[in-house]
């Protein structure tokens, strides 16, 4: 038994134990609170409510779910059948703006509604998307990446050469010859590449027969292996971390994080792709108190703690 699993069932019985000993009327008052608050519903114990406390909860539901809503930023976690006719004009509105803000960077194509777009929006949009797909190509680093459609004759031009010139480099360290695109190369070019596979081949070979481990190539990695650069919004050194922490449970489809200690976060919208695929139990760091790291997946999201 690992110790996470440990501490796991300890918090199960000590839970247990706070049930059995805990006052009846001081888990009522604290279930109404939380009820009353309208935010937690799933954490409501409606059974234990009165016929007006419900009522009083329903329409406490009712606020929370439109004040979530009316922002926009959550459509996913807005439950729009429990919007008035004027509320879903209000939060349509709202998220078409919020969609808006996203696609205009150009930087997020795939989380971005285009569907929710008019025809101005559209047309700044697809400027923006083919101005940060020209940024990625322009390179010639990420050729997996690039959008060659969406490039002019002319930047297909040199994103053409930038690519062959950094294929070029990974052909003439000799030791990628999988990921060398020989058919980019001029007969030239492909002579020099051959001869230094040749010799990446007989140094890794004579390094063998000798009993030594081979020497470790200079370059660690080809350019194509990289770190693509997305855009970072958290960068530098961590302050006013909090390790120590790990994930109970993952809810809403990624959208809210529910930590061991009880804690809820709800994650920023254009980092739920990340999140919908995190793990229970993985360990986590909070930082500032609006970014989250996951250490086992080593990505941070940004996050607000709302309990």
């Known amino acids: 038994m690992t110790v996470r699993q440990a501490a796991l069932i300890a918090l199960g019985l000590l839970g247990c134990l706070v049930t059995h ?7 009522a008052a604290s279930n109404l ?3 009353l608050s309208g935010r937690y519903p799933a954490l ?7 016929p007006q406390q419900r009522q009083q909860a329903k329409a406490a539901e009712l606020r929370e779910n439109f004040n979530l809503c009316a922002t926009g930023r959550y459509p996913s976690l807005c439950k729009h059948s429990l919007l008035d006719t004027n509320q879903r004009a209000i939060v349509d509105r709202a998220e078409r703006e919020e969609n808006f803000k996203t696609c205009s960077s150009g930087r997020y194509p795939a989380l971005c509604k285009h569907s929710l777009l008019d025809a101005n929006q559209r047309a700044i949009v697809d400027r923006a998307e083919r101005e940060e797909n020209y940024r990625t190509c322009q390179s010639g680093r990420y050729p997996t990446l690039c959008k060659h459609a969406l490039l002019t004759s ?9 690519e062959r010139a950094e294929n070029l480099k990974t052909c003439l360290s000799g030791n990628y010859s999988s990921m060398c695109k020989h058919g980019l190369l001029t007969p030239e070019q492909l002579s020099q590449v051959k001869a230094a596979e040749a010799r990446a081949t007989g140094s890794r070979a004579a390094s063998t027969s000798v009993g030594t481990a081979p020497a470790r190539p200079a370059q660690a990695r080809p350019p194509q292996m990289q770190e693509f650069p997305v855009p970072v919004r958290r960068q530098g050194a961590r302050v006013n971390c909090d390790d120590g922490h790990w994930i109970d449970s993952v809810l809403a489809d990624g959208n809210i994080i529910k930590l061991e200690d009880g804690s809820l976060w709800r994650v920023d919208p254009v980092d739920v792709i990340d999140t919908m695929l995190w793990l229970p139990v993985s360990d986590i760091i909070i930082c500032g108190g609006d970014t989250m790291i996951n250490v086992d997946d080593d990505e941070t999201v940004g996050v607000t703690r709302i309990r």
Do not use: M, N, S
């Not at 000993?21 to 888990?27: D, F, N, R, T, W």
């Not at 002319?154 to 930038?162: H, I, L, P, T």
């Open 21 to 27: 000993h805990v006052p009846g009327g001081a888990l």
């Open 33 to 35: 609170e939380t009820c």
């Open 44 to 50: 409501c114990r409606k059974d234990q409510l009165t």
């Open 154 to 162: 002319e930047q297909k031009a040199q994103v053409d050469q930038a």
